[in-house]
């Protein structure tokens, strides 16, 4: 797969597939999801997972709405600035072990960090984003 990330499947087509592997037949669920899931370009486990989320909510549990996508839980809008000053200075392997010892936030890992070190890297705009939003 390319680093592109694939699209989020919608509701309609989480519900067909659930649908189908509710009413498989006994000892064929698990071909029917293999073959689901290669069809609409997902692992088979997201198929029982799915399915989980059915019995559990009915078809409202298969609907994802995050407001909240994208946006940090674990750095304040300070601690970002402060991430997205280091992320312009990483700039070799190693880099990104020197800035977190650093900047020693206390919150977060140091693959948290790591993230929005990248993510900073690529986009820029989203510390200024995140300064507005809180």
């Not at 689901?36 to 692992?43: F, I, P, S, T, V």
């Not at 559990?56 to 997205?84: C, E, H, M, N, W």
């Not at 020197?98 to 929005?116: D, H, N, S, Y």
């Amino acid at each position: 797969m390319s680093d592109a990330r694939r699209p989020a499947p919608t509701a309609n087509l989480m519900l067909r597939c659930v649908t189908r592997l509710i009413t498989a037949r006994h000892g064929q669920k698990g071909k029917v999801a293999r073959q689901l899931a290669a069809e609409c370009g997902r692992n088979w486990r997201s198929l029982y997972y799915w399915r989980m989320k059915y019995r559990k909510f009915d078809a409202a549990g298969l609907i994802r709405k995050r407001s909240d996508r994208g946006i940090t839980r674990v750095y304040t809008p300070q601690q970002l600035d402060l991430i997205s000053q280091a992320a312009k200075r990483v700039g070799r392997h190693g880099d990104v072990a020197r800035e977190w010892k650093r900047l020693a936030l206390g919150v977060g890992t140091f693959e948290t960090f790591r993230f929005w070190v990248r993510r900073l890297q690529l986009r820029p705009d989203i510390a200024q984003r995140e300064a507005r939003s809180a």
